[in-house]
């Protein structure tokens, strides 16, 4: 009580202090309001969950891009985004060759250093039946550059095997012939024979040229069946003599190593995707501007047609839906054929820096 | 012009009606810069910085107290922030039971004295407490917080305080009877 009453006491003397402020604060004061802008922008809460939206937005669109970029021909999203959903128009004859000259405005992407569009695919081998690891003649691991082991089969003594170059020189500098890769073919043939789906092994079968719907690549199926047959009959007989070391190929690095190359070819492509599941004797794939047949001859081979273009190949390695395979009449070409659930991935390597890309994917009519 | 309406074209940014508010308190939020800070020249500087600030953040202003009181407090935050700066001392005592005293004699003798006076001769601690304590009205919790000080540390100095104010109105001719001083 007492101190209440000082309180009031102080609070009543502390009037004693009121004084009015010189004018010059007032001045002063002016002077710093006329220099503060009127318009005040004022801070709300959601203000900070937009900020971070956008920048959320920001960096994903970066990444997405960067992705995208690095990943090149394995996202064909982007590529028929951009209207190239028939880029795998080809005229005839020649195949190769036309796509050499392919005008670099109807490319999907910009052409790429030529570095970088070597691809890089390589062929694990393990010639043990119980690992899988590759290994080669000595047991150690091997690894096998496609594109190089094409541009080796081509060229002859010299190419390069990716990390296989040591063991491939010395088996050139001791004279023995450079098929330790044929070797592993046909071991994989042995390998897979049952497990292929693409590749019938059922070759008493006989092809029907009516189920394909494109009479046009009728009668070099035809003619496929002649060739393969002494093809085959010679394969049977490799299969024969490497039963007992039952080897193991697979493709160790993935599809999304790729780099897309100047000559990529994107296209959208009607296909039989059930009598493909069903390992009918040939498959049909057929772009929108021309089709593309893949005609199953039986052994673990088959024939491309393309149009004029035709060419056949075996297979030399599996490892799941993906199969590598080595044109017969041109050992610079490979062929990767990734089968997917709704679509078809087909590669065409020719020589180091050399690849083709065709993806087929269904379209429903 | 009703208060009311020069919030209302303070907050517009209207350059009459914050001339209106800062004549309306001036004296007033003036006076309180002065009880803090002995020095004039701070209390000036402190006085523009805080009326600048009422005119800047009147928009945070809700309405629900006075207009006043709310301006006060701007005042008193800005001159304690000026005696931090100039690192305000303030002795710690735990126990301040025995300094325990009865302000019977100051209220009695104060009236008769010149408080200005006195409370310019007190040292800077001293009147921060009484200024915090007495005359605004804060308690020993609030003034341990906006100091940084402990609860005991504000109540000690008050008591101590009250001792020099006692000193002081003896020395005005103010003695204390026998009984007072017990």
Same mark, same amino acid.
């Given at each position: 009580?007492?101190?209440?009453?000082?309180?009031?006491?102080?609070?009543?003397?502390?009037?004693?202090y009121n004084e009015k402020p010189p004018q010059i604060i007032w001045n002063e004061l002016e002077k710093r309001l006329d220099q503060k802008p009127n318009h005040v922008v004022t801070f709300h809460p959601w203000m900070k969950y937009a900020a971070s939206l956008l920048?959320?937005?920001?960096?994903?669109?970066?990444?997405?891009?960067?992705?995208?970029?690095?990943?090149?021909?394995?996202?064909?999203?982007?590529?028929?985004?951009?209207?190239?959903?028939?880029?795998?128009?080809?005229?005839?004859?020649?195949?190769?060759?036309?796509?050499?000259?392919?005008?670099?405005?109807?490319?999907?992407?910009?052409?790429?250093?030529?570095?970088?569009?070597?691809?890089?695919?390589?062929?694990?081998?393990?010639?043990?039946?119980?690992?899988?690891?590759?290994?080669?003649?000595?047991?150690?691991?091997?690894?096998?550059?496609?594109?190089?082991?094409?541009?080796?089969?081509?060229?002859?003594?010299?190419?390069?095997?990716?990390?296989?170059?040591?063991?491939?020189?010395?088996?050139?500098?001791?004279?023995?012939?450079?098929?330790?890769?044929?070797?592993?073919?046909?071991?994989?043939?042995?390998?897979?024979?049952?497990?292929?789906?693409?590749?019938?092994?059922?070759?008493?079968?006989?092809?029907?040229?009516?189920?394909?719907?494109?009479?046009?690549?009728?009668?070099?199926?035809?003619?496929?069946?002649?060739?393969?047959?002494?093809?085959?009959?010679?394969?049977?007989?490799?299969?024969?003599?490497?039963?007992?070391?039952?080897?193991?190929?697979?493709?160790?690095?993935?599809?999304?190593?790729?780099?897309?190359?100047?000559?990529?070819?994107?296209?959208?492509?009607?296909?039989?995707?059930?009598?493909?599941?069903?390992?009918?004797?040939?498959?049909?794939?057929?772009?929108?501007?021309?089709?593309?047949?893949?005609?199953?001859?039986?052994?673990?081979?088959?024939?491309?047609?393309?149009?004029?273009?035709?060419?056949?190949?075996?297979?030399?390695?599996?490892?799941?839906?993906?199969?590598?395979?080595?044109?017969?009449?041109?050992?610079?070409?490979?062929?990767?054929?990734?089968?997917?659930?709704?679509?078809?991935?087909?590669?065409?390597?020719?020589?180091?820096?050399?690849?083709?890309?065709?993806?087929?994917?269904?379209?429903?009519? | 012009?009703? *208060? $009311?309406?020069?919030?209302?074209?303070? +907050? =517009?940014?209207?350059? #009459?009606?914050?001339?209106?508010?800062?004549? !309306?308190?001036?004296?007033?939020?003036?006076?309180?810069?002065?009880?803090?800070?002995?020095?004039?020249?701070?209390?000036?500087?402190?006085?523009?910085?805080?009326?600048?600030?009422?005119?800047?953040?009147?928009?945070?202003?809700?309405?629900?107290?006075?207009?006043?009181?709310?301006?006060?407090?701007?005042?008193?935050? *800005? $001159?304690?922030?000026?005696?931090?700066? +100039? =690192?305000?001392?303030? #002795?710690?005592?735990?126990?301040?039971?025995? !300094?325990?005293?009865?302000?019977?004699?100051?209220?009695?003798?104060?009236?008769?004295?010149?408080?200005?006076?006195?409370?310019?001769?007190?040292?800077?601690?001293?009147?921060?407490?009484?200024?915090?304590?007495?005359?605004?009205?804060?308690?020993?919790?609030?003034?341990?917080?906006?100091?940084?000080?402990?609860?005991?540390? $504000?109540?000690?100095?008050?008591?101590?305080? =009250?001792?020099?104010?006692?000193?002081?109105?003896?020395?005005?001719?103010?003695?204390?009877?026998?009984?007072?001083?017990?």
């Amino acid at each position: 009580m007492k101190e209440d009453k000082l309180k009031d006491s102080l609070r009543m003397s502390a009037e004693a202090y009121n004084e009015k402020p010189p004018q010059i604060i007032w001045n002063e004061l002016e002077k710093r309001l006329d220099q503060k802008p009127n318009h005040v922008v004022t801070f709300h809460p959601w203000m900070k969950y937009a900020a971070s939206l956008l920048l959320v937005t920001g960096v994903v669109s970066l990444i997405s891009y960067q992705m995208g970029y690095d990943n090149g021909a394995q996202d064909m999203a982007m590529a028929e985004m951009a209207g190239f959903q028939d880029l795998a128009y080809v005229e005839n004859v020649g195949f190769y060759e036309k796509l050499d000259e392919f005008p670099s405005d109807r490319l999907a992407y910009p052409a790429l250093p030529r570095d970088k569009m070597q691809v890089r695919n390589y062929l694990r081998v393990n010639k043990s039946p119980h690992t899988n690891s590759m290994t080669d003649a000595s047991g150690e691991a091997v690894d096998l550059d496609l594109a190089s082991y094409s541009a080796g089969q081509s060229a002859g003594a010299g190419a390069t095997l990716g990390t296989n170059d040591a063991v491939q020189k010395s088996k050139l500098e001791h004279g023995e012939p450079d098929h330790g890769n044929v070797t592993q073919t046909d071991a994989e043939i042995t390998t897979l024979a049952d497990a292929n789906v693409l590749m019938d092994d059922d070759q008493s079968t006989p092809r029907d040229p009516s189920a394909s719907t494109e009479e046009e690549a009728a009668p070099e199926a035809q003619d496929a069946m002649h060739v393969s047959e002494s093809v085959d009959a010679a394969r049977s007989k490799k299969r024969q003599d490497l039963t007992s070391t039952s080897e193991m190929v697979e493709i160790v690095d993935d599809i999304r190593e790729e780099k897309l190359t100047p000559i990529s070819i994107y296209g959208k492509f009607r296909e039989d995707l059930e009598s493909f599941d069903r390992a009918q004797h040939h498959f049909i794939a057929k772009t929108t501007a021309m089709p593309w047949m893949i005609d199953n001859l039986g052994g673990n081979s088959l024939r491309l047609i393309n149009g004029g273009y035709t060419e056949n190949f075996d297979l030399i390695a599996l490892e799941g839906t993906r199969r590598a395979m080595k044109s017969q009449t041109d050992a610079s070409k490979m062929l990767e054929l990734i089968a997917g659930d709704d679509h078809l991935v087909l590669h065409i390597f020719e020589a180091e820096s050399t690849h083709v890309r065709v993806k087929l994917l269904p379209v429903k009519n | 012009m009703t *208060e $009311s309406e020069i919030i209302k074209g303070c +907050k =517009k940014q209207d350059r #009459q009606c914050q001339r209106l508010l800062y004549d !309306l308190y001036a004296e007033r939020l003036f006076g309180v810069c002065l009880r803090y800070l002995r020095d004039r020249q701070e209390a000036e500087d402190v006085y523009s910085e805080g009326m600048y600030k009422v005119l800047t953040k009147i928009k945070q202003y809700s309405g629900s107290g006075s207009l006043y009181g709310w301006m006060k407090r701007i005042m008193v935050n *800005e $001159s304690l922030m000026r005696l931090r700066k +100039k =690192k305000l001392q303030l #002795q710690d005592i735990d126990d301040v039971s025995h !300094l325990l005293e009865d302000d019977s004699y100051i209220e009695e003798n104060l009236f008769a004295a010149d408080i200005k006076a006195m409370m310019d001769e007190l040292p800077t601690g001293y009147r921060t407490i009484i200024n915090l304590y007495l005359i605004e009205g804060y308690k020993h919790r609030e003034i341990a917080e906006m100091l940084g000080i402990s609860i005991n540390t $504000s109540k000690s100095q008050l008591i101590l305080a =009250k001792k020099r104010m006692i000193q002081f109105l003896e020395r005005m001719g103010h003695p204390r009877t026998e009984s007072e001083k017990k």
